[in-house]
C-alpha cells in the first residue's frame, strides 16, 4: 500500500506560478505510477498528468500540456507539479495519486488533496 500526502496549495493570481508537492511512502514498486488529477466545484474529475516511477515516462492532460509539468524525486519519494501561467479555469482541489500500471486509477491510493485558487 501507498500512501500519498500532497502540500503546496494555495491562492495566485493568474499569470502566477505555483508548485505542488507529494510525499510518497509505503511499498513502492517498478510498475508503479503516480499521477495529479483535480476536481472543481460542480466539475468530474480530471487528469492532468502521470509519470511512470521508474521510468520518468510522463502524460500530460491536454488542458495542461505547455503550463504544466509533472517531475518526481526518487531519492525523496516525492512527486512534484510545477504550474505555470495559471489561470482562473485551473482553480480546483488537486489530488495525487498512485496505481500498478495498468490498473484503473479507482483501484489505487490517493491523498486528502490541496486547494489551488486562481484569481483573475
Same mark, same amino acid.
Given at each position: 500500500?501507498?500512501?500519498?500526502?500532497?502540500?503546496?496549495?494555495?491562492?495566485?493570481?493568474?499569470?502566477?506560478?505555483?508548485?505542488?508537492?507529494?510525499?510518497?511512502?509505503?511499498?513502492?514498486?517498478?510498475?508503479?505510477?503516480?499521477?495529479?488529477?483535480?476536481?472543481?466545484?460542480? !466539475?468530474?474529475?480530471?487528469?492532468?498528468?502521470?509519470?511512470?516511477?521508474?521510468?520518468?515516462?510522463?502524460?500530460?492532460?491536454?488542458?495542461?500540456?505547455?503550463?504544466?509539468?509533472?517531475?518526481?524525486?526518487?531519492? !525523496?519519494?516525492?512527486?512534484?507539479?510545477?504550474?505555470?501561467?495559471?489561470?482562473?479555469?485551473?482553480?480546483?482541489?488537486?489530488?495525487?495519486?498512485?496505481?500498478?500500471?495498468?490498473?484503473?486509477?479507482?483501484?489505487?491510493?490517493?491523498?486528502?488533496?490541496?486547494?489551488?485558487?486562481?484569481?483573475?
Amino acid at each position: 500500500q501507498v500512501q500519498l500526502v500532497e502540500s503546496g496549495g494555495g491562492s495566485v493570481q493568474a499569470g502566477g506560478s505555483l508548485r505542488l508537492s507529494c510525499s510518497v511512502s509505503g511499498r513502492t514498486f517498478s510498475t508503479l505510477v503516480t499521477g495529479w488529477f483535480r476536481q472543481a466545484p460542480g !466539475k468530474e474529475r480530471e487528469f492532468i498528468a502521470d509519470i511512470m516511477w521508474t521510468s520518468g515516462g510522463t502524460m500530460y492532460g491536454d488542458s495542461v500540456k505547455g503550463r504544466f509539468t509533472i517531475s518526481r524525486d526518487n531519492a !525523496k519519494n516525492a512527486l512534484y507539479l510545477q504550474m505555470n501561467n495559471l489561470e482562473p479555469e485551473d482553480t480546483a482541489v488537486y489530488y495525487c495519486a498512485a496505481v500498478r500500471h495498468g490498473t484503473s486509477w479507482s483501484q489505487g491510493s490517493w491523498g486528502q488533496g490541496t486547494q489551488v485558487t486562481v484569481s483573475s
